[in-house]
């Protein structure tokens, strides 16, 4: 399965606890207890993903109406790379 | 065990147990102003065990291993000349290892009109010793080693075990406290250098359940330019993870008491070369910040 | 023994209303030597206690709930990171007991994450769990190819973010060992649990635990040991096919034998035990009351009986020789 037609999407958003630091953002993860610390654009990725399993594509779409972005394709590369770190770090899950 | 003591400092209770007399006694001693009672009148909240390092170990070149609830595998026995240092140690451990009732941070903590300045550093950062410094001039001192901040107020409990004095540090102290009394015996040659006990001042020990709300948080550095520097709340953040040993283990309570910790309690970086020095640059920063 | 004192109130909690301080110092240093101090704290949730024993208790409860949610999570990490593979993944031990919710789970500590997959997709299982960011925990040749060689593991472990080790099983006691259980027919007849996961079923989750206690370790932390397989064995409706079950991983023997054992300490009470039956009992009862394993004799004695079972002899002198050689001893 190539990247672009990965579905993203996150698990109950209770899972996360969100504090903002100096510009940065705390993520507390309550199933695995870890703290990170993250910046934009982050945050908002992880507020644009929900229940419903969505492409990078389709993500970038809703992340374009609220915030400005440059370059249309470098853009989508960009948001794949965060979405697979997310989901590294399982912030985020694919399938 | 054969010898054993169960002592409370601050909020914790310590059952300790020795193959030995001497580590025991020296603690009843120098230890005497504190709560002391016996395993069979008060429960423990941890137990400490000095025991001989092997077979035969009790009389042969007598060699204490450091056990207990809470242990490193792979700790390296201490003689027994030292066995005062390791009693301390094996408490410092359970605290270290197995508390939970308050995020722990290793830093020292002293406490003036009802506000807690909070002392966050490496060792050899000065942080022990400006602690015992400034316990004899005015401040109440709070704990050389552990601030234990409070999950659901935020406040800041004491936790006033002996003072552990390293090296010069001794001299330091013999120089501004008139009592030799208040001294224990002097370890030379230990694992950490030369290390010499000092009982806290009276009020520090009587006063040692009562809590107060942190006011400002140092960063102090021995040995540079005297100089201070504003630490933003990341940069806090990071250090007073990294500072303490229990942030994880107590997952969410802690991380919720640090971000408010590091949100409201200014911090700042003290760069000093001598106790004189950082004495007088804490207090414009008291009545900056605190006052 | 202080441990004595422990397994009575893990089987009768009302006895703690009688309990003087010097009996909870003692109890409560042997249940945290034995890792079953959060254990003890569940069994005794409602029984009126002092409040410096609730205090230490809740500490231990707390410490509990949060090795679980860790286990379970790195449950979940192994899943994602063997899912493309389509390989069973079977948890084992503690994070099984979470997973499903057992009552063996309940105050248990759970350490390392222990999963069975089977022998023939153990390489590709190790790959995909290098390239997840598991890596080696101490790269020694030696250990290494005596691993791969004669143990029912890969050499374990550790993630290299999450400093969480993982311990992949491929059957459950070593190639070497006596007793030969049934590997394969236990993935064959595993319980799914969805989200990639899997355990035992409740037969060979005892047989598991059996094999581990009385048949591989050296009986170290054995009482914990035994307790879950009480709580396991509680589990069991039909007694009769868990002893089918035994037979077929040729566990019959140590399968009864932790029955007798646990029906004495937990159970209605004292059975008229054979001699060997009383070795385990002095053995798996010694932890005093500052929580020190008073008979290190006799846990020599089990260690060289553990190697024993597990290795034929010329194989063990093989094996401590190049030990000794590098400056390890049984301890």
């Known amino acids: ?95 | 065990m054969r010898h054993h003591l169960l002592l409370a400092i601050g909020p914790a209770r310590f059952r300790i147990g020795s193959a030995w007399r001497g580590p025991i006694d020296a603690l009843r001693r120098l230890y005497a102003a504190y709560p002391q009672s016996s395993q069979d009148d008060a429960v423990a909240d941890f137990t400490v065990r000095l025991e001989p390092a092997g077979i035969g170990r009790r009389w042969w070149r007598p060699s204490v291993r450091i056990a207990g609830d809470h242990h490193l595998p792979d700790a390296v026995p201490m003689a027994l000349r030292h066995g005062l240092l390791a009693a301390e140690m094996g408490m410092n451990l359970q605290m270290a290892l197995g508390w939970r009732r308050h995020l722990l941070i290793h830093a020292s903590s002293v406490e003036k009109d009802g506000k807690v300045l909070v002392m966050a550093g490496e060792s050899g950062s000065g942080k022990s010793t400006l602690a015992a410094l400034l316990g004899e001039r005015g401040w109440r001192l709070m704990g050389d080693e552990f601030a234990l901040l409070d999950f659901a107020t935020g406040a800041i409990h004491p936790f006033p075990r002996l003072v552990s004095l390293k090296n010069q540090a001794i001299d330091v102290m013999r120089r501004e406290v008139d009592d030799a009394a208040r001294f224990g015996p002097l370890m030379a040659a230990t694992p950490k250098g030369d290390i010499a006990h000092l009982i806290p001042a009276a009020e520090a020990v009587s006063r040692m359940s009562e809590a107060a709300p942190p006011a400002l948080l140092l960063f102090p550095r021995y040995g540079h330019a005297p100089d201070i520097r504003a630490v933003g709340e990341g940069e806090a953040f990071m250090h007073l993870t990294q500072a303490s040993t229990n942030y994880v283990a107590c997952g969410e309570a802690a991380f919720t008491a640090l971000h408010r910790f590091v949100t409201t309690v200014p911090s700042i970086a003290l760069d000093f070369s001598s106790g004189d020095e950082a004495d007088r640059m804490i207090g414009r920063l008291w009545r900056e910040y605190a006052g | 023994m202080s441990a004595a004192l422990l397994a009575s109130l893990l089987r009768a909690p009302q006895g703690a209303g009688r309990l003087g301080a010097r009996d909870w110092n003692a109890v409560m240093a042997a249940a945290r030597a034995e890792r079953l101090l959060a254990t003890l704290a569940f069994r005794l949730e409602g029984v009126a206690l002092p409040d410096p024993v609730r205090a230490v208790l809740d500490d231990a409860r707390f410490d509990a709930e949060r090795e679980k949610r860790q286990a379970l999570w790195e449950a979940d990490r192994a899943a994602a990171a063997l899912a493309p593979l389509g390989i069973p993944v079977v948890l084992l031990k503690g994070a099984a007991y979470a997973a499903a919710g057992l009552k063996a789970g309940e105050g248990r500590m759970i350490g390392d994450l222990d999963i069975l997959v089977p022998r023939d997709r153990l390489e590709q299982a190790e790959r995909a769990l290098l390239a997840a960011g598991w890596e080696w925990v101490k790269p020694d040749p030696y250990d290494d190819a005596y691993y791969r060689q004669w143990m029912h593991e890969l050499p374990p472990l550790i993630h290299r973010e999450r400093d969480r080790m993982i311990d992949v099983h491929h059957t459950i006691l070593p190639l070497t060992a006596r007793p030969v259980p049934d590997a394969g027919a236990m993935i064959a007849d595993r319980v799914d649990l969805g989200g990639g996961l899997s355990i035992l079923s409740e037969e060979d989750r005892v047989c598991h635990a059996v094999a581990h206690l009385l048949a591989d370790g050296d009986m170290a932390g054995g009482l914990r040991n035994l307790w879950d397989i009480r709580c396991l064995l509680s589990d069991i409706e039909d007694i009769s096919r868990l002893e089918q079950r035994a037979a077929l991983h040729g566990l019959a023997q140590p399968v009864a034998r932790a029955r007798r054992l646990c029906e004495h300490l937990f159970g209605r009470g004292s059975l008229d035990l054979g001699m060997v039956d009383q070795m385990f009992v002095a053995r798996l009862l010694s932890a005093d009351g500052w929580g020190r394993n008073g008979r290190r004799l006799l846990g020599q004695g089990f260690y060289v009986r553990s190697h024993l079972l597990r290795m034929p002899p010329l194989m063990l002198a093989r094996h401590l020789w190049t030990k000794w050689r590098k400056g390890h001893r049984p301890a």
């Open chain 1, 1 to 95: 399965m190539t990247q672009a037609e990965r579905l993203y999407y996150r698990d109950d958003p209770d899972e996360m606890l969100l504090r903002p630091l100096d510009g940065l953002t705390l993520i507390y993860h309550r199933p695995s207890g870890i703290t990170h610390i993250v910046d934009s654009p982050v945050p908002e990725i992880l507020a644009a993903l929900s229940h419903e399993p969505l492409p990078a594509r389709l993500l970038l779409e809703s992340l374009s109406a609220d915030y400005d972005l440059e370059g249309e394709g470098e853009a989508l590369d960009n948001l794949a790379a965060h979405l697979e770190e997310l989901c590294a770090l399982g912030l985020a899950r694919a399938r």
